[in-house]
């Protein structure tokens, strides 16, 4: 008798996801002003995060910060406009803002004036903190001088410090909000397999075409997938077929 196929996944871990992605939208709204958030994936937590913003009462801007490129805003596809575009595609707002004390600045300064409007709630995803604020007396500094002044500002303003290995520095921890956004759940890995099938044969002759796995072929790829991020079962996947 053939044995049966062990599930990968349960229904707790589509639980502790949902919990996840709950915590961080209440942290949002109760204006926690700086939260930190572990996530190995950027590109994917960025895309969760703005879905979650349009979602939010009231409606949350979400901006980016990042070393090379400072402060920049998603840019809408098939707006014109003389603001200039970071290599990602992105507006940038305040080119200058490149360092992770001046990202801070933007941030307060937006929470103390609305940079772009006095009723905007703004949201600041900071790209790169792995290494900015531990061991670092000016930056620590920085941090709690942003969580004060975020805290009581006119303008709800989040900073979101993001990054792979990410945990709040001893000394602010009491002061911050903590995420640990987990890796894609059985649920994200049946779309991450039918969208890399899907770009494989788009330019491929309908002879030529990849079929979708069976079944039992299909689970034994998404278990042998799990605990890798998005951008690796992907590339898995891609080097497989």
Same mark, same amino acid.
């Given at each position: 008798?053939?044995?049966? #196929?062990?599930?990968? &996944? @349960?229904?707790?871990?589509?639980? +502790?996801?949902?919990? #996840?992605? !709950?915590?961080?939208?209440?942290?949002?709204r109760s204006s926690v002003p700086v939260i930190y958030v572990r996530c190995p994936e950027e590109l994917r937590f960025e895309k969760q995060l703005l879905q979650i913003a349009l979602k939010l009462e009231p409606v949350r801007?979400? +901006?980016?910060?990042?070393?090379?490129?400072?402060?920049?805003?998603?840019?809408?596809?098939? *707006?014109?406009?003389?603001?200039?575009?970071?290599?990602?595609?992105?507006?940038?707002?305040?080119?200058?803002?490149?360092?992770?004390l001046r990202g801070l600045e933007w941030a307060m300064n937006n929470a103390r004036s609305g940079l772009e409007g006095a009723s905007a709630p703004t949201i600041l995803v900071m790209r790169d903190t792995a290494r900015g604020?531990?061991?670092?007396?000016? !930056?620590?500094?920085?941090?709690? $001088?942003?969580?004060?002044?975020?805290?009581?500002?006119?303008? *709800? @303003? @989040?900073?979101?410090?993001?990054?792979?290995?990410?945990?709040?520095? $001893?000394?602010?921890?009491?002061?911050?909000?903590? /995420? $640990?956004?987990?890796?894609?759940?059985?649920?994200? +890995?049946? =779309?991450?397999?039918?969208?890399?099938?899907?770009?494989?044969?788009?330019?491929?002759?309908?002879?030529?075409?990849?079929?979708?796995?069976?079944?039992?072929?299909?689970?034994?790829?998404? =278990?042998?997938?799990? =605990?890798?991020?998005? &951008?690796?079962?992907?590339?898995?996947? !891609? /080097?497989?077929?």
């Amino acid at each position: 008798m053939p044995k049966e #196929v062990k599930k990968v &996944e @349960t229904a707790p871990v589509r639980k +502790r996801k949902d919990d #996840v992605k !709950a915590r961080l939208i209440a942290l949002i709204r109760s204006s926690v002003p700086v939260i930190y958030v572990r996530c190995p994936e950027e590109l994917r937590f960025e895309k969760q995060l703005l879905q979650i913003a349009l979602k939010l009462e009231p409606v949350r801007l979400v +901006r980016f910060h990042s070393v090379t490129c400072g402060v920049t805003e998603p840019h809408v596809k098939g *707006k014109k406009d003389d603001v200039a575009l970071s290599p990602m595609g992105e507006r940038v707002l305040d080119g200058q803002a490149v360092t992770l004390l001046r990202g801070l600045e933007w941030a307060m300064n937006n929470a103390r004036s609305g940079l772009e409007g006095a009723s905007a709630p703004t949201i600041l995803v900071m790209r790169d903190t792995a290494r900015g604020i531990a061991g670092n007396d000016v !930056a620590l500094r920085s941090l709690r $001088d942003a969580i004060r002044t975020l805290r009581s500002a006119p303008v *709800k @303003t @989040t900073v979101i410090m993001l990054s792979p290995t990410n945990m709040p520095p $001893d000394d602010a921890r009491a002061e911050v909000g903590f /995420v $640990d956004w987990p890796l894609p759940d059985e649920e994200d +890995r049946v =779309g991450i397999l039918a969208s890399t099938l899907s770009a494989a044969n788009f330019s491929r002759n309908e002879d030529r075409k990849i079929p979708a796995p069976e079944n039992g072929e299909r689970d034994k790829i998404l =278990g042998a997938c799990a =605990g890798l991020t998005a &951008e690796q079962m992907s590339n898995a996947i !891609a /080097v497989s077929i």
